[in-house]
């Protein structure tokens, strides 16, 4: 099985200012990986996706995130907030064979800062 | 427009009722899912269904019961076996279970 840690449970920042937030995850086998956003009482929105290629993913808002496979991170980045961006962040994983569920992060809630 | 819809948007319950939470998706998946959401805990996976009339248990299928008679509809039952109901229930749907999900908005259950 797959698993995610998410260290920062909230990060505040400026408005205008970059973020970056910060997921590692655990898996025995090759995986896919995503970034997903809730706004408060919403449903999960898709940032962004790797599944393979290059390591470096863009997403919607402005966001993206490098997959580093040596140090099994799949950290998030945007070089300028916006006020609107402030919401919980999860990232989740998913191995590419086996029981393939997908494995979410305990989220990160950020606050932009105006 | 496609999309996952969740009825109802609050749920309100006595404790030791059965309640029914519902999702419908016209995106033509064949993948269904059903999550938990408890604050501080990120998603946990109830129940997926790959396809039309079975499902499978997901981590905390306790207290919990769903059918997939229709490929757009995956109802949740639950059950009065399930001992704090109390949470955020988001839905979700892929076109198989291998590619990312997509969710609904969510159905905030509060038992009372």
């Known amino acids: 099985a797959q698993s995610v840690t998410q260290l920062d449970s909230q990060v505040p920042v400026f408005e205008e200012a970059p973020v970056e937030l910060r997921c590692n995850y655990s898996?025995?086998?090759?995986?896919?990986l995503f970034w997903y956003v809730q706004y408060p009482n919403q449903g999960l929105q898709l940032l962004l996706k790797?599944?393979?290629?290059?390591?470096l993913v863009k997403g919607i808002n402005g966001f993206e995130a490098e997959f580093n496979k040596s140090q099994t991170s799949f950290h998030l980045r945007k070089p300028s907030v916006h006020i609107s961006d402030t919401a919980e962040y999860f990232c989740?994983?998913?191995?590419?064979?086996?029981?393939?569920?997908?494995?979410f992060g305990t989220g990160t809630r950020l606050t932009v800062i105006p | 427009d496609g999309g996952i819809t969740q009825s109802p948007k609050y749920l309100f319950r006595k404790e030791g009722q059965n309640v029914t939470l519902s999702c419908e998706q016209n995106?033509?998946?064949?993948?269904m899912y059903w999550y938990r959401q408890d604050p501080g805990q990120g998603l946990r996976l109830i129940y997926y269904?790959?396809?039309?009339?079975?499902?499978q248990k997901g981590d905390i299928a306790e207290g919990y019961s769903v059918s997939r008679e229709k490929k757009e509809s995956f109802p949740l039952t639950v059950t009065s076996a399930q001992k704090n109901p109390t949470a955020f229930y988001l839905c979700?749907?892929?076109?198989?279970?291998?590619?990312?999900?997509?969710f609904g908005p969510g159905t905030r259950l509060t038992v009372l």
């Open positions: 898996s025995s086998v090759s995986v896919y």
């Open positions: 995106l033509n998946h064949d993948a």
């Open positions: 269904s790959q396809i039309v009339n079975d499902f």
């Open positions: 989740a994983v998913k191995g590419q064979t086996g029981a393939n569920n997908l494995f």
């Open positions: 790797y599944l393979s290629g290059s390591t």
């Open positions: 979700a749907s892929s076109i198989g279970f291998d590619r990312e999900q997509f």
